[in-house]
């Protein structure tokens, strides 16, 4: 279960954008969403997202600067999109594990779907990660608080696991965010030792264990 993925994530953008995108054919605009969103990664990875420009777009997707107008109104926007979709990736998830009553199965279940989501948008996650600063102010505020969010429902269902370590919930937390981070933006360390996103997960959540496992013993 993942709330967007390779497939659904084109139309989102399209019914979230649809009063600003121009083309109204929804096969066309389906297509053209995914050509452009993936030259845009290729772009801010070979020359970053502050270097290029829409004219590098154009030749990148095979669009002309008024075709691309058609879909974005500037690079703020592209941006803007991007930061969207994480945004509500990050916020649906949790949602989809309400219904979990034990409080560590519920934690368990968050961290690994953090990390499979970050695995199947691995290169929505980067960007916002990497370039951050190329966004608008208040998109800024947004995907930092977007980060923030996962981390304060984290921090909230270790307080509520019994035993835990005192006072340590918000900096374990922190330590999650920090290892789900590594996992998306330095894929090729793990890609190289071939660390599967399941081992990865598990080895995460061992790590929660072990800290969990040293409350009971101190």
């Given at each position: 279960m993942t709330p967007l993925d390779g497939a659904n994530i084109w139309a989102f953008l399209l019914e979230r954008y649809g009063e600003r995108i121009g083309v109204k054919r929804r096969k066309p605009a389906l297509q053209n969403l995914e050509i452009i969103f993936n030259a845009?990664?290729?772009?801010?990875?070979?020359?970053?997202?502050?270097?290029?420009?829409?004219?590098?777009?154009?030749?990148?997707?095979?669009?002309s600067?008024?075709?691309?107008?058609g879909y974005i109104s500037g690079k703020d926007q592209l941006a803007e999109m991007i930061e969207e979709v994480v945004r509500h990736a990050t916020k649906e998830v949790p949602r989809m594990f309400a219904h979990v009553e034990d409080p560590l199965d519920r934690l368990e279940a968050l961290i690994?779907?953090?990390?499979?989501?970050?695995e199947i948008l691995q290169p929505w996650f980067y960007f916002v990660f990497m370039d951050t600063r190329a966004l608008p102010p208040q998109q800024r505020a947004m995907a930092k608080e977007?980060?923030?969010y996962v981390q304060t429902l984290i921090t909230g269902l270790l307080d509520t696991?019994?035993?835990h370590p005192n006072g340590a919930a918000p900096l374990l937390a922190a330590h999650c965010m920090a290892m789900f981070q590594d996992w998306y933006v330095k894929r090729w360390k793990y890609r190289a030792a071939k660390v599967t996103p399941d081992q990865f997960a598990e080895s995460t959540v061992r790590f929660v264990r072990s800290h969990l496992a040293a409350a009971r013993t101190s």
């Amino acid at each position: 279960m993942t709330p967007l993925d390779g497939a659904n994530i084109w139309a989102f953008l399209l019914e979230r954008y649809g009063e600003r995108i121009g083309v109204k054919r929804r096969k066309p605009a389906l297509q053209n969403l995914e050509i452009i969103f993936n030259a845009t990664f290729r772009l801010a990875n070979e020359v970053g997202f502050r270097a290029m420009n829409l004219r590098d777009l154009c030749r990148e997707t095979g669009l002309s600067m008024g075709g691309l107008y058609g879909y974005i109104s500037g690079k703020d926007q592209l941006a803007e999109m991007i930061e969207e979709v994480v945004r509500h990736a990050t916020k649906e998830v949790p949602r989809m594990f309400a219904h979990v009553e034990d409080p560590l199965d519920r934690l368990e279940a968050l961290i690994r779907a953090s990390i499979f989501l970050s695995e199947i948008l691995q290169p929505w996650f980067y960007f916002v990660f990497m370039d951050t600063r190329a966004l608008p102010p208040q998109q800024r505020a947004m995907a930092k608080e977007s980060e923030l969010y996962v981390q304060t429902l984290i921090t909230g269902l270790l307080d509520t696991v019994e035993p835990h370590p005192n006072g340590a919930a918000p900096l374990l937390a922190a330590h999650c965010m920090a290892m789900f981070q590594d996992w998306y933006v330095k894929r090729w360390k793990y890609r190289a030792a071939k660390v599967t996103p399941d081992q990865f997960a598990e080895s995460t959540v061992r790590f929660v264990r072990s800290h969990l496992a040293a409350a009971r013993t101190s």
